[in-house]
């Protein structure tokens, strides 16, 4: 995969009123046609999202929602789908129209901004029909172009802000280090090509100037016994933890994909407290297994078929098994004793550390895939317990 992925790049989100130009602003910062122009209010009628190259910005998603002040029942769905789509925005611009004092709306979108505590930024279009200048925004004109490369650089300043400032990997090795991966080849896994967390991985270990070996789980311990000094680190795909682990010296820092992952968005404190609600789960007790993408479910499923197995069997009670994939994500959360999550690759970071704070306000414990199932095996505290939390943005 050649493209940077979707939870790595910065995501710019246009918010405000119908007909204040937001599409054709779209249109303008990107160069190119992304969004339909009408001067019919209420084009937009869904988020639109385009994963693309903005310089001098580098990799971003552009997300165009529909106007905030939509009338009637279907807008007010569109208005929840704006919403939505603010949980995964980096950087929010609410664009209104220059010389108009802002709104109601404009102004229960910034609220709404600082309360999800999102960068924002007050982009004031159609500047090219009014000597009008307020002070309270970035004058452009989308029909013109002028100031829009100032813009770009505008954005540029407040996204570099919301990078994330760790590595995933890297900062665990030094140059020359060994990395060990294991990474099984099932039924469930992929055909011709490795999950994007193990992708992700074996960049980071490149560009720290380490050494990554991959080894199946089925050739793993003799992977190790034929190595000349122990490696730096092994990274694990969690569902083999059991035999890697057992395989694995003690002085040899071991983790997983998916515990690397957490740690990665900034939720891995609260999965780690999280997993231990799996202890006390009783019969009808309701669990959501979350997934943030939306794969092509195999034989043996991690998330709806190993789980809860292996869930049931630690409780040794027969909880209800809730699920949910890609953007979807139940708002009412109180409903579940447990929310079991997937590394979230496919998530950006805020978008994950949003999901762990609904759940938090809900009451409900959030834990993680790579983090559950070494609570269940017993070993949580030997692959997570030394890893460095790095500190991350809301």
């Known amino acids: 995969m050649n493209d940077t992925p979707k939870g790595e ?25 992304l969004a339909v122009v009408s001067p ?41 789908k704006t919403r939505e789509a603010l949980r995964r925005t980096d950087v929010a611009i609410l664009v209104a129209e220059a010389g108009r004092a802002l709104e109601d709306e404009d102004r229960a979108l910034l609220a709404l901004f600082r309360e999800m505590q999102v960068p924002f930024l007050v982009v004031r279009n159609k500047m090219d029909l009014t000597e009008i200048r307020l002070a309270d925004g970035f004058h452009v004109s989308a029909a013109t172009g002028e100031n829009i490369d100032r813009l770009k650089e505008k954005i540029a300043e407040i996204g570099a802000g919301e990078e994330t400032r760790h590595r995933l990997v890297g900062d665990l090795v030094a140059p020359g280090d060994m990395a060990v991966l294991v990474v099984p080849l099932d039924k469930a896994a992929p055909r011709g090509r ?37 490696p730096a680190i092994v990274i694990t795909d969690s569902q083999v933890f059991a035999q890697v682990s057992a395989a694995t010296p003690e002085d040899v820092p071991l983790t997983s994909f998916s515990i690397l992952m957490a740690r990665y968005k900034g939720v891995l404190e609260g999965a780690a407290a999280g997993a231990k609600a799996l202890d006390a789960l009783a019969d009808g007790d309701r669990v959501l297994i979350a997934e943030g993408c939306a794969h092509h479910r195999q034989c043996d499923d991690i998330g709806t078929v190993k789980l809860p197995r292996w869930i049931r069997a630690h409780a040794g009670a027969a909880p209800d098994f809730a699920f949910c994939s890609g953007s979807s994500f139940p708002r009412e959360l109180g409903r579940y004793a447990v929310v079991v999550h997937c590394g979230g690759c496919m998530l950006n970071g805020r978008e994950m550390r949003f999901r762990e704070r609904e759940a938090r306000q809900a009451g409900v414990p959030m834990t993680n895939y790579g983090v559950a199932i070494s609570h269940m095996q017993g070993i949580l505290e030997r692959v997570s317990g030394w890893l460095p939390r790095p500190s991350v943005g809301s």
């Open 9 to 33: 790049r910065v995501h710019i989100g246009l918010f405000g009123r119908r007909n204040t130009g937001k599409s054709s602003l779209l249109n303008a910062i990107t160069g190119q046609d």
């Open 40 to 80: 019919v209010k209420g084009t937009t009628t869904d988020p639109v999202s385009k994963a693309m190259e903005l310089l001098p910005i580098g990799p971003v998603v552009m997300i165009d929602t529909p106007g905030i002040d939509d009338a009637g029942a279907l807008g007010g769905l569109r208005v929840q």
């Open 194 to 230: 490795l999950i994007l967390p193990q992708q992700q991985v074996i960049r980071d270990l490149l560009e720290a100037g380490a050494v990554a070996v991959a080894t199946r789980d089925t050739g793993y311990a003799d992977a190790l016994r034929g190595m000349a000094k122990p």
